[in-house]
């Protein structure tokens, strides 16, 4: 009993990460905040961020408060999300990790080169 029980609670968890990850790629938080939360020009990185940190941005965006004008732009982002999505979302954001694939150099690299690159 007490196996199935974790079985479905690890599923549910698993889901709520993946319907978190598809949010955040279908409302492009992405082409700022990097794939994984490494953040990119003005936008903040979000990978490593504890999650209380990031459920209280969040909350304090959907109340139309942000610490610097150019963030003015999630606001209405943050507003979209409902109080069990935000949450949800905290948690999703604090466990991103950058995906290094250590075979792509030995893929893309071609020994014979063009001489002078």
Same mark, same amino acid.
């Given at each position: 009993?007490? @196996?199935? +029980? =974790?079985?479905? $609670?690890?599923? %549910?968890?698993?889901?709520?990460?993946?319907?978190?990850?598809?949010?955040?790629?279908?409302?492009?938080?992405?082409?700022?905040?990097?794939?994984?939360?490494?953040?990119?020009?003005?936008?903040?990185?979000?990978?490593?961020?504890?999650? @209380?940190? +990031? =459920?209280?941005? $969040?909350?304090? %965006?959907?109340?139309?408060?942000?610490?610097?004008?150019?963030?003015?732009?999630?606001?209405?982002?943050?507003?979209?999300?409902?109080?069990?999505?935000?949450?949800?979302?905290?948690?999703?954001?604090?466990?991103?990790?950058?995906?290094?694939?250590?075979?792509?150099?030995?893929?893309?690299?071609?020994?014979?080169?063009?001489?002078?690159?």
């Amino acid at each position: 009993m007490k @196996k199935s +029980l =974790l079985i479905i $609670l690890l599923s %549910l968890l698993g889901d709520a990460n993946t319907s978190m990850e598809v949010l955040y790629l279908k409302n492009a938080c992405h082409s700022c905040h990097g794939v994984y939360g490494e953040g990119m020009g003005n936008a903040p990185k979000l990978q490593g961020v504890n999650e @209380k940190v +990031l =459920l209280q941005r $969040l909350k304090n %965006l959907q109340q139309g408060k942000t610490r610097f004008r150019s963030g003015e732009i999630m606001i209405s982002f943050a507003k979209a999300l409902d109080a069990n999505q935000t949450i949800q979302m905290s948690k999703y954001l604090s466990t991103l990790k950058t995906k290094i694939d250590t075979n792509r150099y030995d893929t893309e690299y071609d020994p014979s080169g063009d001489g002078g690159s």
